[in-house]
């Protein structure tokens, strides 16, 4: 790669030959099997920068589908029907750590066998931008007036906000079908053990009624 001032190269030193040695091979065998219908596809070191695994174009899927895709109010009436809690994720499409506990900490198996057996997982993304129906439309008062939201994310957005007075992404919480909060909700959590004994604590909170 030549600026326009750059002189032109008349050998490549050592120190080059190194880098270009060291980049093609990690282009090579690390970053091009990402980009293939194999098994060999987990790019740990750039986990949560390109597109999780689950939106690849060969559709495979590595992690936890959730049961239901910004729809809480089908979420509630599935949780309802299969009398299990409900684990709200709040995410977003540009979330960087939200794909990393998708990548990382959800296919774990222990974590992946708990949410598939016990919950009703719905993925609600603030930012999206799709437009709510006009007869779905509804403002909020804020400290400089008035709002109006009009869009999937901004719903999903407020209702985070206005239950758990939080705005960050990932966050999760376990509710049950009556809408009660069984636990604390937690944020980015990446330690898988801790992931899972918070898991684990929202079914026995569900299942004791306390």
Not at 21 to 33: Q, S, W
Not at 116 to 145: N, P, R, W
Not at 147 to 174: C, I, L
Request: with cysteine; proline share 7%.
């Amino acid at each position: 790669m030549k600026l326009p001032h750059s002189s032109p190269v008349q050998k490549f030193t050592p120190g080059r030959i190194g880098t270009i040695v060291v980049l093609l091979a990690f282009t090579g065998y690390y970053l091009i099997p990402g980009m293939l219908p194999i098994d060999y596809t987990n790019r740990g070191l750039i986990s949560g920068f390109p597109p999780p695994q689950s939106y690849s174009i060969y559709n495979r899927h590595h992690g936890v589908k959730p049961n239901v895709v910004n729809n809480y109010e089908e979420a509630l009436a599935l949780a309802k029907k299969e009398n299990k809690p409900i684990l709200l994720d709040y995410t977003g499409w540009a979330c960087v750590n939200c794909r990393k506990m998708e990548e990382e900490v959800w296919p774990e198996a222990d974590i992946r066998k708990l949410i598939e057996k016990e919950y009703i997982l719905v993925s609600l993304y603030v930012d999206d931008s799709k437009g709510l129906k006009e007869d779905q439309f509804f403002a909020y008062k804020t400290k400089d007036g008035q709002k109006d939201v009009k869009t999937v994310g901004g719903k999903y957005a407020r209702m985070q906000v206005v239950n758990f007075e939080n705005q960050s992404q990932p966050m999760y919480a376990v509710i049950s079908p009556d809408e009660k909060l069984m636990t604390l909700p937690v944020a980015y959590t990446p330690n898988v053990k801790e992931y899972l004994n918070w898991l684990q604590a929202g079914v026995d909170a569900f299942k004791t009624g306390k």
